[in-house]
């Protein structure tokens, strides 16, 4: 079975600290992303990684950066906290192409 | 940009009814995915179609990827109180889905 796991289901920081949240998948998957999801606003994409240490910018980048040093690693990074980024955050991984996404159990992140 | 727009955001039904979710994109799609995420849960992937007009079925759900490559649809018969939980369509574009908002189904008591 393909697992990706993430570092925290919950996380309690302030405005202004450095957050990192981690993702590890154990398929050998090429593509990694970073999803927030929001009540009605569906998944929306805030950076992927098709390759190790290569990254795109999805549909929201702003005030956050990621970091693929592994194949099986994909972190994403807010430098600093701001409310606005409360949110649950979703890792999927998916061999290369359009294929099916296989999740994390997600990161409800507050920011106080 | 890209856009998959999926409705309705919410239906409520009594257990036994049918339910159905629409897709549409503004671009030609290479595939169509569906993924259900239960209460409290992450996507879980359900079926990928590819080809244009292809009908897939499991069991109770009935996927539908139009002539076009443009649209699709879900559709349970006779829901049951498992099948609650939000449905989200994904339409394939090069490395990355374009995901609609989704449709949460909601079996009312």
């Known amino acids: 079975d393909v697992k990706v796991t993430q570092s925290s289901r919950y996380l309690v920081k302030r405005t202004g600290e450095k957050v990192f949240l981690e993702c590890v998948q154990d398929m050998d998957h090429e593509n990694m992303f970073w999803y927030r999801q929001d009540p009605g606003l569906g998944l929306r994409l805030i950076y992927f990684s098709y390759d190790v240490k290569m990254k795109e910018k999805g549909d929201i980048p702003e005030g956050y950066s990621v970091s693929r040093e592994k194949k099986e690693r994909f972190s994403l990074i807010l430098e600093s906290a701001s409310t606005n980024q409360t949110s649950m955050y979703l890792c999927?991984?998916?061999?290369?192409?359009?294929?099916?996404?296989?999740f994390g159990p997600g990161t409800r992140l507050t920011v106080l | 940009g890209q856009q998959v727009m999926q409705i309705p955001q919410y239906q409520h039904v009594q257990e036994g009814e049918d339910f159905t979710t629409y897709c549409n994109s503004s671009?030609?799609?290479?595939?169509i995915q569906w993924y259900k995420q239960r209460p409290g849960g992450h996507p879980v992937f359900l079926i990928q179609?590819?080809?244009s007009g292809e009908v897939k079925k499991q069991k109770r759900l009935t996927f539908q990827f139009g002539e076009t490559k443009k649209n699709s649809s879900l559709h349970i018969t006779a829901t049951q109180t498992t099948d609650v939980g939000t449905y989200f369509c994904?339409?394939?574009?090069?490395?990355?889905?374009?995901w609609g908002a989704g449709t949460k189904l909601i079996i009312k008591p």
């Open positions: 994904a339409g394939g574009s090069g490395y990355q889905l374009i």
């Open positions: 179609l590819v080809k």
């Open positions: 671009t030609t799609l290479s595939n």
């Open positions: 999927a991984s998916c061999r290369q192409g359009a294929h099916e996404q296989f």
